[in-house]
């Protein structure tokens, strides 16, 4: 009993003797309230869902740039307008017809005629996340600097894609969606990039609805 009454004492001399001083400012608590624990590491402050995809370990290495990532913040999907080829004859033709350093997709899917039926090709713009050269006209290049350009061999004019070219191109698009964080809503076809070239490229029979159906969020 005589502890509580002690205790009550300290209790109101403590407050009796603090109550003149100054008081922290309100906006000291309010901080200290709602400041995370100095061990908590923040998700990166966007609202994109995550997605849920096979873990890197099982993709091409091919797929993991060799160099530091560029700022990725589309994909746009390009045929090359021919039946045949593969990325070291696009490669040639870009070379040779339009002066550029290189092929200027960063993949390149095969039809079976020159690589496999599906096969995915990264190019040496992937490699070294080199400025694309696959779409032009767009404000600031930004469809070269920021788009990843993925190309399907074939004239998709006259003829659809294999279902293999886009089994494979549906998979390295969820990858590089998640990767970078790329929303549906910016997965191009060529034709359709805001403020680029009038092109009718991918082709009239490239299936973008399948593709829309089949990647990420
Ligand atoms: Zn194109």
Redesign the pocket.
Known sequence: MRRIIVLLLLTIFGLAGCAPEQQPPRIVYDYETKAPPKTTVLPPTTTKPTVSLPSTGIVPNGWMPSHSERAWSAIII??SATDEGNATIIDKWHRENNGWNGVGYDFVIGNGTNSGNGEIEPTYRWRGQVTGA??GGTPGNWANEEGIGI?LVGNFDSSAPTSKQMASLAKLVRFLQQRYRIPKSRVFG?GSVPGGHV?D??GRRFPMAWLKANISY
């Open positions: 390009h045929h696959h779409c190309c060529h092109t490229c991918p």
